[in-house]
């Protein structure tokens, strides 16, 4: 059976994270990048921000084009006929937050602000 | 007189064991800490730091790559904040399963006489191999660990393996080391513990190389970075040893200010502890502390 193969292995136990309903906010500019990106798949595919632990702050900003998890676990927001799942698990930590688009040679795309940071990493891409 | 390495005795660790499986495991928990584990083999073992955004050591901890599963060794007092970490900073798309694992696998650190005496109990040849790579032998997993002041290893086991292991040490005449004994080794060993690195810098511990500099982006890694570049360590973890006893806590010195003792020990005459000193760039041989005078000896890693 090996080292890892017998009794005694428990679940953590973590404090349930607080589920509150997202609210959104981007920018004309951050839309038109959003259905440029999406290419007229705005029917099958979805954007899913999330969170993830990393970055010189203690957590990272992810962005995903993908089709439609189905998962029970988002919550969903249109925006501009595009649907935008938050999960519920990173819903205290990016509701609110206000996203622009900024076309610069360095350092540009989707740009994040996050009232509910207190601390941002100088690239802008983890919070904490 | 310098302090002596155990034999033929043993110590069951009191450290915190996670479990972490899953496809993701390893993306999981290289994000959190300061050392690069992407490159690791199958059965290898690597010491690692979890910091603060301030660049602060807040957890010490030892990976295990086990055959696809990561064995994490930390410090109990922070436990529960490390696996918050791991549990709350998954993705909602990672495979990453995190489990406790501190009443299934016990970590027992074993100071032999000599490599000869593990092999005829365990029939674990160690003596050529090297440092940090997994043994398998039955359940067990041995593992050398090499320091400037000694050598010795640990032996992973499973709970229900816990008494045939400690007879079957007993059985050869190892015996178990109290927690004096151990504090005495660790020491002499340069193993050191939260008690002596949370809140501190890595550099000021002598755990320069646990921070992978090429690795991107961790918690405290922009502190390090600018550290590296523009920084000057001020005080460095020390082994202090000489005759009198040492009390933990701050203590004035003439030639360098306030100095603080993070771990002491006494024994058989011999008092060592580590010490927070303001070195500044210098080396001293010895530091006097209420009249009486200890030989210091700068730690590096391990």
């Known amino acids: 059976m090996g080292l890892l193969g017998g009794d005694g292995f428990s679940l953590p136990v973590v404090t349930e994270t607080e589920v509150v309903d997202v609210q959104l906010n981007f920018t004309e500019n951050a839309i038109s990048a959003l259905k440029e990106n999406m290419a007229g798949d705005e029917q099958s595919h979805v954007l899913v921000i999330s969170a993830q632990s990393g970055g010189c702050s203690g957590y990272l900003y992810d962005m995903k084009i993908i089709e439609d998890p189905g998962n029970d676990g988002f919550q969903r927001i249109d925006i501009g006929g595009i649907e935008v799942l938050i999960h519920n698990k990173d819903s205290s930590m990016l509701s609110g937050i206000n996203i622009d688009f900024k076309e610069t040679l360095m350092g540009g795309g989707f740009q994040i602000e996050n009232p509910n940071a207190d601390r941002a990493c100088g690239c802008g891409q983890s919070f904490g | 007189m310098s302090p002596a390495l155990p034999k033929s005795e043993y110590y069951i660790r009191n450290d915190a064991i996670t479990l972490i499986q899953g496809s993701d495991s390893l993306a999981v928990l290289d994000r959190l800490i300061t050392t690069r584990i992407d490159d690791m083999q199958d059965l290898a073992r690597r010491g690692a730091l979890f910091c603060d955004y301030n660049g602060r050591i807040s957890d010490l901890a030892s990976v295990f790559t086990i055959s696809g599963s990561i064995l994490l060794s930390s410090a109990v007092s922070e436990c529960d904040e490390t696996r918050r970490k791991l549990v709350d900073g998954r993705s909602w798309d990672e495979d990453c399963e995190i489990m406790v694992a501190d009443e299934a696998i016990f970590c027992i650190s074993v100071f032999p006489n000599d490599f000869e005496q593990v092999k005829n109990i365990f029939g674990v040849d160690l003596e050529g191999s090297p440092p940090d790579i997994l043994f398998e032998s039955d359940e067990h997993l041995f593992v050398k ?158």
Not at chain 2, 247 to 259: A, M, R, S
Not at chain 2, 267 to 288: H, M, V, Y
Request: some cysteine; charged content about 25%; glycine content about 10%.
């Open chain 2, 145 to 302: 660990s090499v320091t400037h002041n000694g050598i010795f290893f640990d032996i992973l086991v499973k709970f229900e393996n816990l008494d045939n292991i400690i007879s079957s040490l007993s059985k050869f005449g190892f015996s178990e080391m109290d927690s004096i004994g151990w504090n005495n080794a660790r020491i002499l060993l340069g193993l050191r513990q939260m008690c002596d690195s949370a809140g501190r810098l890595p550099d000021e511990i002598g755990f320069a190389s646990l921070v992978s500099k090429d690795k991107g982006c961790y918690p405290g890694q922009e502190i390090h970075a600018r550290l590296d570049s523009r920084g000057r360590k001020i005080k460095s973890l020390c082994r202090i040893t000489g005759d009198s006893p040492i009390d933990l806590g701050k203590h004035k010195t003439d030639d360098f200010g306030t100095i603080s003792i993070t771990s002491a020990t006494y024994l058989d005459g011999i008092a060592s502890a580590f010490a927070l000193i303001r070195l500044e760039g210098n080396s001293p041989e010895s530091i006097d502390i209420k009249d009486s005078n200890y030989t210091i000896d700068v730690m590096g890693y391990p």
